[in-house]
Structures are given as C-alpha cells and as structure tokens.
C-alpha cells in the first residue's frame, strides 16, 4: 500500500514539476529577429528616418535572441561598433564587420550593442542600430545612451527608452506554440512510459 501512495505521489510532483517548467517557457525561447522588419538593412526611408531607433525601442530583447541583417553584399554591410564610433558614425575601426548579405549576429552577453552600415555616408543618414540586452537575472535595462541627429522640424521625436512593453511577434508565433505542444506530449509520454 504505501509503495502504491509512494508511486501516486512522486507522479503528482514529477507532474507539477514539469508544469512548472513549461510554463516559464517565454523565458526560455530565443528568437531570429529580422532588424527593421524590412525586405533588406538599408537607409531608412525619408518617411521614417528613425526607423531602427523606433524599431528597437518596440522589441525586448533577450540573451540567446539573433539579428538578422539582410542586404545586397555588393552594396552594403553591417558593422557593430563601440558607442563613441556609433554616436560619431566612425567607421574607421569596427569591433567586426559582416559583409556576407545574410548576417546573423548572436546576442549572447547582456549590455549594450551598437551597429551601423559599413557604407560610406549611411550611418549619418541613421542606417545605425543601438540594442540593449539585459542580464537573466534583472528582466529591466536601461537603453543605450544615443546620440541621434535631431530630427527635421515638424517631424515627430521619442526617447530612446526601451520599455517593459512585450516586443511585437512573441505571441502569434505558430512554431513557437507548435513547439510548446510538442514539449508537452513529450513530457507527457515520457512520465507515461518511465513511470508506468
């Protein structure tokens, strides 16, 4: 009998366990952002001339997260720099150069990143990408301090802050919840067959 309770109660815990588990499961994806959401990285338009600075204030980004940079190799690069280089748009002594058109950059370390293209003149005209990325343990970050050119009078400006608003695309993404309902009959299967 108590080899019966013993067996239900260790299902019990293996069970909320896992539960547990699976539902701290937003800090545990990592996600290829696409930088700007747009076809390639290249000069913002006349529109929209803070167009990365926008783009990475709607976004939270997290240890494990990518960039994607997309371009025309024979056209453009991507170049992460330091802040002095970016907030001057020295070009001359990049920390690395990417110039392949389809650039992955990993964000493995948590501070502040600092890109701009590797094309003379697209850097003062804020083809540049500042990204902060907290530490695991403190889910909050202050921004990069920046130094964007003042934009034209009559033309809209907001802080550079990056907010606890949740980024865009985490919640409609179809193979992130495919990939959670996978890990759940996983577990449920494997508790199933390994403690039967």
């Not at 025309?72 to 001359?92: G, I, K, Y």
């Not at 920046?146 to 990056?162: E, H, I, K, N, R």
């Not at 606890?164 to 193979?175: I, K, L």
Request: hydrophobic content about 40%.
């Amino acid at each position: 009998m108590q080899q019966v309770i013993f067996r239900a109660s260790f299902h019990v815990v293996a069970a909320r366990l896992l539960l547990l588990l699976l539902l701290q499961g937003d800090d545990c994806w990592c996600y290829q952002y696409k930088v700007g959401d747009l076809d390639y990285w290249g000069l913002p338009p006349p529109s929209d001339p803070f167009l990365y600075s926008s783009w990475s204030q709607n976004h939270r980004f997290r240890l494990g997260d990518s960039l994607l940079f997309l371009y025309p190799p024979s056209q453009d690069s991507v170049m992460q720099v330091t802040e002095r280089a970016f907030n001057s748009c020295s070009l001359t002594d990049p920390i690395r150069k990417l110039d392949d058109g389809n650039s992955l950059f990993n964000l493995t370390t948590p501070g502040n990143y600092y890109f701009t293209s590797g094309a003379p003149g697209h850097c003062e005209k804020n083809q540049k990408l500042a990204v902060a990325v907290p530490s695991l343990n403190n889910g909050t970050f202050f921004p990069p301090a920046v130094d964007f050119a003042v934009p034209p009078a009559g033309s809209q400006s907001y802080l550079t802050v990056f907010g606890p608003a949740p980024a865009q695309g985490h919640s409609g993404n179809p193979a992130a919840a495919v990939t959670a309902m996978g890990s759940v009959v996983s577990a449920a299967l494997l508790l199933g067959v390994a403690f039967p």
